[in-house]
């Protein structure tokens, strides 16, 4: 008897986006392979301090829940609290809650990662699989060393630098404007008691003069250390020089241009120097600035609806929608994303025989309105995303966001 034909669902990018889906789709044993760039993690990889995700109610919450993980993500969100600290550039503190009135918790990447991970069957993620293009014709994946794999569905889920978007649009990602360093301070309570004082048990920001040092407390005492500056050269590190100076000279390059952190205190000069010494310390083979460009895609990006009749070809996250993340809506439209895919999947499952030509029929109209609905969503959040990053990186960016928190909160605060 022959072995019944199932559709072979591809998802490139194991990110929160890629996993989430997988794991719903798990739920209703649709089988599934999610190909990932980057080599597995150890358990020590994911015990490392990594940056903290706050998930909203009405789409990462609300997909976890569907995952039947809530209860246990929130046994892992007291690394970070919901609190908030808003300075000006002199390091005095302009609005401060505990967040009181927050529900929005908070979670490392890591943590959610390996949460997502662990629920997944064995052997549905093939890591170490960077994905170099797509040929629908032919219905394959070319993994380069790895080979090619076939697939019927895919789902790209492969973020800013999409591969599985090239076979959809030629829009690319844009520079935002903004330069970005990441540095990490582990065990910050006892090695600088008073930044630490300083930041609080939460997210701290100090704004003004179109730049920002933001800081937020994670897994093992740590603190991770944003520093983000408005430049319009989207190439500044190498225009600058600034790739050129060993690390230190760096760092003094920046905390003394008054066009950079120069005008800033000395509180947050400290900071910014002691997540360099402590970032060093804790990579010997660092030895530049680690300053990166951040990038978008535009306002209103869509993508045609793929539809050819022997493929279907659609995309998730950051692949569909890069943003910035100055309203903390990455992660969470991505999770979003994945829920109303994964239900779409399911349907389409439910409607056919199973069999790959049947199910991407019932599929064709259902993953056309959940692109639409997707577009008309994410629009929405783009639109806030810009407004919080221009008040965030204003003239006198604490102020503004003092404001915010006011008018958020009013006279709900107690």
């Keep these: 008897m022959a072995t019944k034909l199932v559709p072979k669902i591809a998802i490139s990018g194991g990110g929160p986006a890629g996993l989430t889906l997988g794991l719903l789709l798990h739920k209703s044993n649709i089988p599934f392979t999610i190909y990932e760039l980057r080599q597995k993690p150890t358990k020590a990889d994911l015990a490392k301090p990594s940056g903290m995700l706050d998930l909203h109610e009405e789409s990462g919450l609300a997909a976890l829940r569907e995952c039947g993980l809530y209860n246990t993500f929130l046994t892992l969100t007291g690394e970070c609290s919901e609190a908030q600290r808003v300075a000006n550039i002199h390091g005095n503190i302009v609005y401060a809650d505990e967040g009181e009135l927050s529900e929005r918790p908070e979670i490392s990447r890591h943590a959610l990662t390996n949460l997502l991970t662990e629920h997944l069957p064995p052997g549905s993620i093939k890591y170490g699989h960077k994905l170099l293009s797509v040929k629908p014709d032919t219905k394959e994946l070319d993994f380069g060393p790895h080979g090619k794999s076939p697939f019927d569905l895919l789902i790209g889920a492969d973020g800013a630098w999409s ?37 609080g048990r939460g997210s701290f920001s100090a704004l003004g003069l179109r730049h920002g040092v933001m800081a937020q407390r994670g897994p093992a005492d740590s603190a991770r250390i944003y520093t983000f500056l408005s430049i319009t050269d989207e190439h500044f590190p190498s225009s600058s020089g600034l790739d050129k100076l060993d690390l230190k ?89 994945a829920l109303l895919l994964s239900k779409a999947i399911v349907s389409a499952f439910e409607q056919s025989t199973g069999e790959p030509a049947s199910f991407l029929s019932a599929l064709d109209p259902l993953l056309q309105a959940f692109e639409t609905e997707m577009f008309s969503r994410v629009h929405e959040k783009t639109e806030e995303t810009e407004a919080n990053g221009k008040m965030l990186f204003g003239e006198d960016g604490a102020m503004a966001f003092k404001r915010f928190f006011e008018r958020a909160y009013g006279e709900s605060r107690p």
């Excluded at 978007?165 to 582990?186: C, E, F, K, N, W």
């Excluded at 600035?289 to 539809?307: G, Q």
């Design 163 to 199: 591969r599985a978007r090239t076979a959809l649009t030629d829009v690319m990602p844009h520079y935002t404007g903004t330069q970005s360093i990441t540095v990490t301070i582990p065990a910050i309570s006892s090695k600088y008691p008073h930044l630490s004082s300083l930041i």
């Design 249 to 337: 000279s760096a760092e003094e390059r920046i905390l003394t241009d008054a066009n950079l952190l120069g005008s800033f205190g000395e509180p947050l000069k400290e900071l910014f120097s002691a997540s360099c010494a402590e970032e060093s310390q804790g990579n010997p083979g660092l030895t530049t600035l680690p300053i990166k460009p951040l990038y978008t895609l535009p306002t209103n990006t869509t993508f045609p609806h793929n539809s050819h009749q022997d493929t279907a070809i659609t995309l998730i996250g950051d692949a569909a929608h890069l943003m910035p993340p100055w309203a903390g809506e990455g992660v969470n439209l991505a999770m979003w994303d």
